[in-house]
């Protein structure tokens, strides 16, 4: 029914950058928040940014000032600019998004994810 694909994940050295992208698509009759997830060697998957259908958003603290979280103007799509990475910044990457697929209450969907690997 809903599919989220996520894009840009790579290799990267220590100080540089990286786009992912995430598509939602599929019978999507209104998207909420939209948010970035990082999963790295344990189990826990960690919040990185979040940002709502009008445009609020927030980071963790580790991300700050590095990372920047968007969505294209259709509201399908999101964005997670990344600046400055470092090496604790390797993990999978995931889209989550909080999609209605009719009027009424949304429900959280997750992409496949995407590996972020910042290496010398």
């Known amino acids: 029914q809903v599919q989220l694909v996520e894009s840009g994940g790579g290799l990267v050295q220590p100080g540089g950058s990286l786009t992912l992208s995430c598509a939602a698509s599929g019978s999507i009759f209104r998207i909420d928040a939209m948010r970035w997830y990082r999963q790295g060697p344990g189990p826990q998957r960690d919040l990185v940014a979040a940002?709502?259908?009008?445009?609020?958003?927030n980071y963790a603290d580790s991300v700050k000032g590095r990372f920047t979280i968007s969505r294209a103007s259709a509201g399908n799509t999101v964005y997670l600019q990344m600046n400055s990475l470092n090496p604790e910044d390797t993990a999978v990457y995931y889209c989550?998004?909080?999609?209605?697929?009719?009027?009424?209450?949304?429900?959280?969907?997750w992409g496949q994810g995407t590996q972020v690997t910042v290496s010398s």
């Open positions: 989550n998004a909080d999609v209605a697929t009719r009027p009424g209450a949304s429900y959280g969907y």
């Open positions: 940002i709502t259908s009008g445009g609020s958003t």
